[in-house]
C-alpha cells in the first residue's frame, strides 16, 4: 500500500517573518537609492556653482579689463578718468563686446543689490547703458570734453533704476569686496580700498567674494589693459 505524500505549506508565522525582512530589504535599499539621488544633486548642484562662477568671472575679468580711459568733467574735481570705485562697488567705462559693435562705449556699474522687484531678486549685478563722453588718454586736453560736470552719486543712482541690469549671481553673499593696486615711482606698492577722482587706472583690480556656505570663489585679479598701453608706449 503506498502512502500518500502531503506538500508542507508555510505557517502563518513563517509569512510574516519573511514579509518584514521584505520591509525590511526595501527600506534599505529604498534608503541607499534615495542617498545616492541625492548626493547625485549636490555633485550637479555644486558643479553648476564652479560653472556660474568660472562664467562670472570671466565675464568680469572681460570688462575690468577692458576699462577705457575716457575723460569726464567730475563735479568739483575737474577732469579725470571715468573710473570710480568704492570697496562695495565700481562705474567705469569699457566696451561690452569684443567684436561685433564692441568698439562701442557704455557706462558700467557693478555691485550688490537688494530685492527691489519681483523680477529683480537679491544679488551681484551689472548695469549699463552707452557712453556719450569723449575717450581720450590726455586729461590735459579738452577738446571734446563736455562742460556738464558729471556728479558721481547721480550716476550711480541713474545706473541702478534706469539703466539696463544683468544678474551675475542671485543670492546674499557673506563677503564681497573690491580693492585697487597703486603703484607709485619709488613707493611701494599698496591695496586701496578706493578709486576716486585719479588720473589713472589702478595696476590691478582685486574682486572678491564668497556666496552663502560655498567656498570663497579664487580671487579675481585684473590687469587694465588701457593703462599698460600707455605705461609701455611712455617707455
Same mark, same amino acid.
Given at each position: 500500500?503506498?502512502?500518500?505524500?502531503?506538500?508542507?505549506?508555510?505557517? !502563518?508565522?513563517?509569512?510574516?517573518?519573511?514579509?518584514?525582512?521584505?520591509?525590511?530589504?526595501?527600506?534599505?535599499?529604498?534608503?541607499?537609492?534615495?542617498?545616492?539621488?541625492?548626493?547625485?544633486?549636490?555633485?550637479?548642484?555644486?558643479?553648476?556653482?564652479?560653472?556660474?562662477?568660472?562664467?562670472?568671472?570671466?565675464?568680469?575679468?572681460?570688462?575690468?579689463?577692458?576699462?577705457?580711459?575716457?575723460?569726464?568733467?567730475?563735479?568739483?574735481?575737474?577732469?579725470?578718468?571715468?573710473?570710480?570705485?568704492?570697496? *562695495?562697488?565700481?562705474?567705469?567705462?569699457?566696451?561690452?563686446?569684443?567684436?561685433?559693435?564692441? $568698439?562701442?562705449?557704455?557706462?558700467?556699474?557693478?555691485?550688490?543689490?537688494?530685492?527691489?522687484?519681483?523680477? =529683480?531678486?537679491?544679488?551681484?549685478?551689472?548695469?549699463?547703458?552707452?557712453?556719450?563722453?569723449?575717450?581720450? *588718454?590726455?586729461?590735459?586736453?579738452?577738446?571734446?570734453?563736455?562742460?556738464?560736470? !558729471?556728479?558721481?552719486?547721480?550716476?550711480?543712482?541713474?545706473?541702478?533704476?534706469?539703466?539696463?541690469?544683468?544678474?551675475?549671481?542671485?543670492?546674499?553673499?557673506?563677503?564681497?569686496?573690491?580693492?585697487?593696486?597703486?603703484? *607709485?615711482? $619709488?613707493?611701494?606698492?599698496?591695496? =586701496?580700498?578706493?578709486?576716486?577722482?585719479?588720473?589713472?587706472?589702478?595696476? !590691478?583690480?582685486?574682486?572678491?567674494?564668497?556666496?552663502? *556656505?560655498?567656498?570663497?570663489?579664487?580671487?579675481?585679479?585684473?590687469?587694465?589693459?588701457?593703462?599698460?598701453?600707455?605705461?609701455?608706449?611712455?617707455?
Amino acid at each position: 500500500m503506498t502512502g500518500r505524500r502531503y506538500l508542507r505549506g508555510f505557517t !502563518l508565522v513563517e509569512m510574516l517573518v519573511a514579509l518584514l525582512l521584505l520591509s525590511l530589504l526595501t527600506v534599505v535599499i529604498g534608503g541607499g537609492l534615495n542617498l545616492g539621488i541625492r548626493s547625485w544633486e549636490g555633485m550637479d548642484r555644486h558643479q553648476q556653482t564652479e560653472s556660474d562662477a568660472f562664467l562670472v568671472q570671466q565675464a568680469l575679468r572681460r570688462l575690468l579689463g577692458a576699462a577705457n580711459r575716457s575723460v569726464v568733467n567730475s563735479d568739483d574735481k575737474g577732469r579725470q578718468l571715468a573710473f570710480h570705485g568704492s570697496a *562695495e562697488e565700481l562705474i567705469w567705462v569699457a566696451p561690452l563686446q569684443q567684436n561685433g559693435g564692441g $568698439d562701442d562705449l557704455y557706462w558700467i556699474w557693478l555691485g550688490r543689490l537688494d530685492s527691489r522687484q519681483p523680477d =529683480e531678486p537679491e544679488g551681484l549685478y551689472l548695469a549699463y547703458e552707452p557712453y556719450s563722453g569723449v575717450s581720450e *588718454e590726455d586729461l590735459n586736453q579738452t577738446q571734446g570734453l563736455s562742460s556738464t560736470q !558729471l556728479n558721481w552719486d547721480l550716476k550711480r543712482n541713474e545706473l541702478i533704476l534706469n539703466a539696463r541690469k544683468s544678474l551675475l549671481m542671485a543670492g546674499q553673499f557673506d563677503e564681497f569686496s573690491i580693492s585697487y593696486l597703486k603703484t *607709485e615711482p $619709488d613707493r611701494p606698492s599698496a591695496w =586701496e580700498p578706493e578709486w576716486v577722482y585719479q588720473d589713472s587706472l589702478p595696476s !590691478l583690480i582685486s574682486v572678491q567674494f564668497k556666496e552663502g *556656505e560655498v567656498a570663497p570663489w579664487p580671487t579675481l585679479k585684473v590687469r587694465p589693459k588701457a593703462d599698460a598701453y600707455v605705461a609701455k608706449r611712455a617707455n
